[in-house]
Protein backbone atom coordinates (compact mmCIF):
# COMPACT_ATOMS: atom_id res chain seq x y z
CA UNK A 1 0.00 0.00 0.00
CA UNK A 2 1.33 3.68 -0.64
CA UNK A 3 0.58 6.29 1.49
CA UNK A 4 2.07 9.50 0.15
CA UNK A 5 0.88 10.62 -2.96
CA UNK A 6 2.93 12.99 -5.40
CA UNK A 7 1.61 15.71 -7.74
CA UNK A 8 2.60 16.60 -10.08
CA UNK A 9 3.05 13.26 -11.88
CA UNK A 10 5.18 14.76 -14.37
CA UNK A 11 6.83 17.88 -14.59
CA UNK A 12 8.56 19.98 -17.33
CA UNK A 13 10.62 23.05 -17.19
CA UNK A 14 13.61 24.76 -18.30
CA UNK A 15 16.84 24.69 -16.74
CA UNK A 16 17.23 27.81 -14.10
CA UNK A 17 13.50 27.97 -13.48
CA UNK A 18 12.62 26.86 -9.87
CA UNK A 19 10.17 23.40 -9.49
CA UNK A 20 7.90 22.54 -6.79
CA UNK A 21 6.74 19.04 -5.95
CA UNK A 22 3.97 18.39 -3.89
CA UNK A 23 3.47 15.07 -1.65
CA UNK A 24 0.39 14.10 0.47
CA UNK A 25 -0.08 11.27 2.83
CA UNK A 26 -2.91 9.86 4.85
CA UNK A 27 -2.27 8.80 8.72
CA UNK A 28 0.02 10.90 11.35
CA UNK A 29 3.70 10.57 11.23
CA UNK A 30 6.78 10.82 12.89
CA UNK A 31 8.85 11.97 9.42
CA UNK A 32 9.29 12.47 5.96
CA UNK A 33 11.76 12.30 3.27
CA UNK A 34 12.62 12.70 -0.17
CA UNK A 35 14.34 10.64 -2.65
CA UNK A 36 15.28 11.33 -6.14
CA UNK A 37 15.56 8.38 -8.29
CA UNK A 38 17.98 8.23 -11.97
CA UNK A 39 19.24 5.94 -13.87
CA UNK A 40 22.56 6.98 -13.56
CA UNK A 41 22.57 7.05 -9.66
CA UNK A 42 19.49 5.20 -8.99
CA UNK A 43 17.72 6.05 -5.53
CA UNK A 44 19.40 8.72 -3.34
CA UNK A 45 18.18 10.10 0.01
CA UNK A 46 17.64 13.59 -0.36
CA UNK A 47 17.06 15.22 2.69
CA UNK A 48 14.62 14.12 5.99
CA UNK A 49 11.55 16.40 7.90
CA UNK A 50 10.31 15.70 11.25
CA UNK A 51 6.72 16.42 12.48
CA UNK A 52 7.77 19.08 14.97
CA UNK A 53 9.61 21.02 11.98
CA UNK A 54 8.21 22.72 9.06
CA UNK A 55 11.05 23.51 7.03
CA UNK A 56 14.10 22.59 6.49
CA UNK A 57 16.92 23.57 3.46
CA UNK A 58 19.72 21.60 1.99
CA UNK A 59 21.84 23.29 -0.99
CA UNK A 60 19.23 24.33 -3.54
CA UNK A 61 16.21 22.19 -1.67
CA UNK A 62 13.71 23.15 0.36
CA UNK A 63 11.34 21.46 1.77
CA UNK A 64 8.39 22.45 4.02
CA UNK A 65 6.09 20.14 6.19
CA UNK A 66 2.15 21.10 6.97
CA UNK A 67 1.18 18.23 9.57
CA UNK A 68 -1.93 19.89 9.59
CA UNK A 69 -3.00 19.43 5.88
CA UNK A 70 -0.96 16.15 6.04
CA UNK A 71 1.22 17.31 3.09
CA UNK A 72 4.77 18.15 2.28
CA UNK A 73 6.69 20.17 -0.34
CA UNK A 74 10.04 19.84 -2.19
CA UNK A 75 11.10 23.21 -4.03
CA UNK A 76 14.46 23.10 -5.83
CA UNK A 77 15.70 26.14 -6.91
CA UNK A 78 17.68 27.48 -9.96
CA UNK A 79 17.26 23.87 -11.92
CA UNK A 80 20.20 22.53 -13.92
CA UNK A 81 19.61 19.11 -16.30
CA UNK A 82 20.90 16.68 -13.67
CA UNK A 83 17.88 16.86 -11.56
CA UNK A 84 15.91 15.20 -14.17
CA UNK A 85 14.60 12.34 -12.25
CA UNK A 86 11.64 11.32 -10.58
CA UNK A 87 11.29 12.35 -7.00
CA UNK A 88 9.59 10.17 -4.05
CA UNK A 89 8.29 11.18 -0.45
CA UNK A 90 8.35 8.12 2.09
CA UNK A 91 6.62 8.33 5.77
CA UNK A 92 7.67 6.02 8.86
CA UNK A 93 5.53 2.77 8.20
CA UNK A 94 3.56 0.11 10.36
CA UNK A 95 6.45 -0.70 11.74
CA UNK A 96 10.32 0.83 12.80
CA UNK A 97 11.76 -0.86 9.17
CA UNK A 98 9.30 0.54 7.07
CA UNK A 99 9.00 3.43 4.70
CA UNK A 100 5.94 3.78 3.04
CA UNK A 101 6.58 5.63 -0.68
CA UNK A 102 4.39 7.46 -3.08
CA UNK A 103 4.35 6.69 -6.55
CA UNK A 104 6.94 9.59 -7.80
CA UNK A 105 7.04 12.92 -9.41
CA UNK A 106 9.06 12.52 -12.92
CA UNK A 107 10.92 15.79 -13.57
CA UNK A 108 12.62 16.89 -16.48
CA UNK A 109 14.85 19.88 -17.07
CA UNK A 110 14.77 20.83 -20.45
CA UNK A 111 18.38 22.81 -21.84
CA UNK B 1 34.37 2.64 -0.40
CA UNK B 2 32.28 0.53 -2.62
CA UNK B 3 28.19 0.89 -2.32
CA UNK B 4 25.47 -1.72 -2.51
CA UNK B 5 25.69 -4.06 -5.04
CA UNK B 6 23.32 -6.09 -6.87
CA UNK B 7 23.53 -9.27 -9.02
CA UNK B 8 22.14 -10.01 -11.31
CA UNK B 9 21.30 -6.47 -12.77
CA UNK B 10 18.98 -7.66 -15.36
CA UNK B 11 16.80 -11.63 -15.12
CA UNK B 12 14.43 -12.87 -17.64
CA UNK B 13 12.92 -15.79 -16.04
CA UNK B 14 9.98 -18.34 -17.64
CA UNK B 15 6.92 -17.98 -15.55
CA UNK B 16 7.08 -21.03 -13.34
CA UNK B 17 11.07 -20.69 -12.66
CA UNK B 18 12.63 -19.92 -9.36
CA UNK B 19 15.27 -17.01 -9.04
CA UNK B 20 17.82 -15.62 -6.77
CA UNK B 21 19.12 -12.31 -6.62
CA UNK B 22 21.88 -11.34 -4.44
CA UNK B 23 22.59 -7.86 -2.25
CA UNK B 24 26.03 -7.10 -1.22
CA UNK B 25 25.71 -3.84 1.08
CA UNK B 26 27.89 -2.08 2.26
CA UNK B 27 30.64 -3.35 4.96
CA UNK B 28 29.66 -3.40 8.48
CA UNK B 29 25.85 -2.13 8.19
CA UNK B 30 24.03 -3.67 10.62
CA UNK B 31 20.31 -3.20 8.59
CA UNK B 32 19.42 -4.75 4.94
CA UNK B 33 16.11 -3.72 3.26
CA UNK B 34 14.78 -4.96 -0.04
CA UNK B 35 11.80 -3.50 -1.49
CA UNK B 36 9.90 -3.99 -4.81
CA UNK B 37 9.42 -1.32 -7.47
CA UNK B 38 6.33 -1.61 -10.20
CA UNK B 39 7.44 0.58 -13.28
CA UNK B 40 6.08 3.93 -12.72
CA UNK B 41 5.34 3.55 -8.93
CA UNK B 42 7.26 3.68 -5.79
CA UNK B 43 9.33 1.39 -3.94
CA UNK B 44 7.37 -1.14 -2.04
CA UNK B 45 8.79 -2.56 1.43
CA UNK B 46 9.31 -6.00 1.11
CA UNK B 47 11.56 -7.35 4.18
CA UNK B 48 14.28 -6.17 6.69
CA UNK B 49 16.93 -7.87 8.53
CA UNK B 50 19.16 -6.51 11.79
CA UNK B 51 22.32 -8.30 11.19
CA UNK B 52 21.38 -11.98 10.23
CA UNK B 53 17.97 -11.15 12.30
CA UNK B 54 15.03 -11.30 9.84
CA UNK B 55 12.50 -8.97 11.89
CA UNK B 56 9.95 -7.74 9.64
CA UNK B 57 8.78 -10.08 6.69
CA UNK B 58 5.33 -8.77 6.61
CA UNK B 59 5.63 -7.22 3.00
CA UNK B 60 6.91 -10.38 1.78
CA UNK B 61 3.64 -10.86 -1.14
CA UNK B 62 3.28 -14.52 -0.53
CA UNK B 63 5.06 -17.85 0.26
CA UNK B 64 6.90 -17.54 -3.02
CA UNK B 65 9.18 -15.21 -1.48
CA UNK B 66 11.75 -16.00 0.74
CA UNK B 67 14.72 -13.90 2.13
CA UNK B 68 18.18 -14.79 3.58
CA UNK B 69 21.17 -13.11 5.55
CA UNK B 70 22.81 -15.99 7.32
CA UNK B 71 26.04 -13.98 8.03
CA UNK B 72 24.59 -10.75 8.38
CA UNK B 73 26.27 -9.85 5.28
CA UNK B 74 25.16 -10.87 1.83
CA UNK B 75 21.35 -11.10 1.78
CA UNK B 76 19.75 -13.13 -1.18
CA UNK B 77 16.16 -12.89 -2.27
CA UNK B 78 14.50 -15.89 -3.86
CA UNK B 79 11.36 -16.22 -5.62
CA UNK B 80 9.83 -19.56 -6.08
CA UNK B 81 7.47 -20.24 -9.19
CA UNK B 82 7.61 -17.00 -10.40
CA UNK B 83 4.58 -15.32 -12.26
CA UNK B 84 4.06 -12.73 -14.44
CA UNK B 85 2.80 -10.27 -11.46
CA UNK B 86 6.45 -10.49 -10.45
CA UNK B 87 8.04 -8.47 -13.06
CA UNK B 88 9.34 -5.59 -11.36
CA UNK B 89 12.44 -4.09 -10.20
CA UNK B 90 13.80 -5.42 -6.74
CA UNK B 91 16.23 -2.89 -4.96
CA UNK B 92 18.39 -3.25 -1.42
CA UNK B 93 19.42 -0.95 0.69
CA UNK B 94 21.44 -1.33 3.43
CA UNK B 95 22.39 1.52 6.69
CA UNK B 96 24.85 1.33 9.49
CA UNK B 97 22.58 1.31 12.54
CA UNK B 98 20.13 -0.60 13.71
CA UNK B 99 17.27 1.75 14.75
CA UNK B 100 15.36 1.82 11.32
CA UNK B 101 15.07 4.34 8.11
CA UNK B 102 13.47 7.18 9.94
CA UNK B 103 16.85 7.37 12.02
CA UNK B 104 19.71 5.76 9.67
CA UNK B 105 20.12 6.87 6.12
CA UNK B 106 19.97 4.11 3.86
CA UNK B 107 22.27 3.35 0.58
CA UNK B 108 19.93 1.80 -2.45
CA UNK B 109 21.77 -0.35 -4.37
CA UNK B 110 20.85 -0.62 -8.85
CA UNK B 111 18.33 -2.98 -8.29
CA UNK B 112 17.92 -6.03 -10.34
CA UNK B 113 15.31 -5.72 -13.09
CA UNK B 114 13.26 -9.44 -13.16
CA UNK B 115 10.63 -10.23 -16.54
CA UNK B 116 9.00 -13.17 -16.01
CA UNK B 117 7.76 -14.31 -19.20
Known amino acids: SQQGEEDPQALSIQEGENATMNCSYK?????LQWYRQNSGRGLVHLIL???NEREKHSGRLRVTLDTSKKSSSLLITASRAADTASYFC???????????WGAGTKLIIKP | GAGVSQSPRYKVAKRGQDVALRCDPI?????LFWYQQALGQGPEFLTY????????KSGLPSDRFFAERPEGSVSTLKIQRTQQEDSAVYLC???????????????FGPGTRLTVL
Open chain 2, 93 to 107: ASSQGGRGPSTDTQY
Open chain 1, 90 to 100: ATDGHSNYQLI
Open chain 2, 49 to 56: FQNEAQLD
Open chain 1, 27 to 31: TSINN
Open chain 1, 49 to 51: IRS
Open chain 2, 27 to 31: SGHVS
